[in-house]
């Protein structure tokens, strides 16, 4: 369980890290479990264990005081278990407000999840702007909790979210979902497929390909003052991702498909597509990539901003991408002080 705690994130759909008891988790729950039918007949069980002795002592009571009158006696208990229900109301919004916790904790232990060394931390950053913006996890493999991780015998009881949660506290996608959405997002539904996304990446990625394309059309001078308008990036700086020397190639947008790739090959593994052994292994390759070319934070993410401009043409996608970034500098997530790895590229210019 050490290992569970020390793994702990956000709960899903939550900023704070990691996931702590607060109240809003009550109100979050029962306004799900009123919802839901079978969990509001699992909820009277436990209220009914609390109140109903309050209601029986009440009527001990009123017949020990030579209470004799029946209907006085029924009131005592009605008396009681209102009483009873107050209490059960209270032990039960407290146990509420920790549920996603425990939920996590059950969900750490069942997956045997255990804490990311710091260079694995290094490389999830690379997508964590993502992370913060859907409230996902940045420090593992998993961005959402997976079926792909449980034991089987967790997953043939839900049928891959098919049926019911394993825990309430915790949303699981079913894992069908999550392969759907895959595909259309990165066409990827093999581990062929994400071998295929690396070797893309680190050759010319899709953003880099359609801006090479872009930056030799007529277009080009438009396209380069749109994007630094949104941006508020200078033209020339834009004009340089696409000028290299023999030595070292244009960047392009190199560290938006970087992005693109950390997130697919992350999101193979959270479909069961691959293990966690094979999922770092393809990795690797891409934040090697990453950390020699630029060098720093700043830089990686001034880039992925650039690309975010080219890609969708959105001043709201660029300030929706500032505030993600914004908020993981202030927050306590890990990624959030995560160092860029010295390299040869930072050890030649520290600045």
């Given at each position: 369980m050490a290992e569970a705690l020390n793994a702990?994130?956000?709960?899903?759909?939550?900023?704070?890290?990691?996931?702590?008891?607060?109240?809003?988790?009550?109100?979050?729950?029962?306004?799900?479990r009123k919802a839901d039918p079978i969990e509001m007949r699992r909820r009277a069980i436990p209220v009914t264990l609390i109140a109903a002795p309050f209601g029986i002592a009440a009527f001990i009571a009123a017949t020990a005081l030579d209470v004799d009158e029946f209907g006085l006696q029924l009131f005592a208990f009605l008396i009681g278990m209102c009483f009873g229900l107050l209490i059960a109301s209270i032990v039960m919004a407290v146990r509420d407000a920790s549920a996603p916790r425990r939920a996590q904790l059950a969900y750490l232990a069942a997956a045997g999840t255990t804490p990311l060394t710091p260079r694995q931390q290094q490389i999830l950053a690379l997508d964590a702007a993502s992370d913060v913006a859907v409230r996902g996890w940045n420090s593992s493999l998993a961005f959402t909790p997976t079926y792909a991780e449980l034991p089987q015998d967790i997953r043939a009881k839900a049928r891959d979210g098919e049926e019911r949660w394993p825990w309430f506290a915790l949303p699981m996608t079913p894992l069908k979902q999550l392969r759907g959405a895959l595909d259309e997002q990165f066409k990827i539904v093999s581990k062929a497929d994400a071998e295929m996304l690396v070797a893309d990446t680190l050759t010319l990625g899709l953003n880099s390909q359609r801006f090479a394309e872009v930056m030799h059309s007529d277009g080009a001078e438009h396209m380069m003052s749109r994007v630094a308008a949104l941006t508020g990036v200078p033209v020339f700086d834009i004009q340089d991702l696409a000028r290299g020397t023999d030595e070292r190639p244009a960047r392009l947008l190199l560290a938006a498909d970087i992005e693109r790739g950390v997130g697919g090959i992350r999101y193979a593994y959270v479909s069961g597509y691959l293990t966690a052994d094979e999922t770092w292994a393809l990795l690797e390759p891409l934040a090697d990539k990453a950390f020699a070319t630029y060098g720093s934070w700043d830089e990686y993410w001034r880039e992925v901003m650039i690309a975010t401009a080219f890609r969708t043409d959105s001043l709201d996608a660029v300030q929706r991408q500032r505030d993600a970034l914004a908020e993981l500098r202030t927050a306590r997530w890990p990624a959030a002080s995560a160092e860029w790895p010295v390299t040869a590229r930072t050890a030649a210019d520290p600045a």
């Open positions: 702990l994130q956000n709960h899903p759909g939550d900023l704070e890290y990691p996931v702590r008891s607060r109240r809003r988790y009550t109100q979050q729950l029962d306004a799900r």
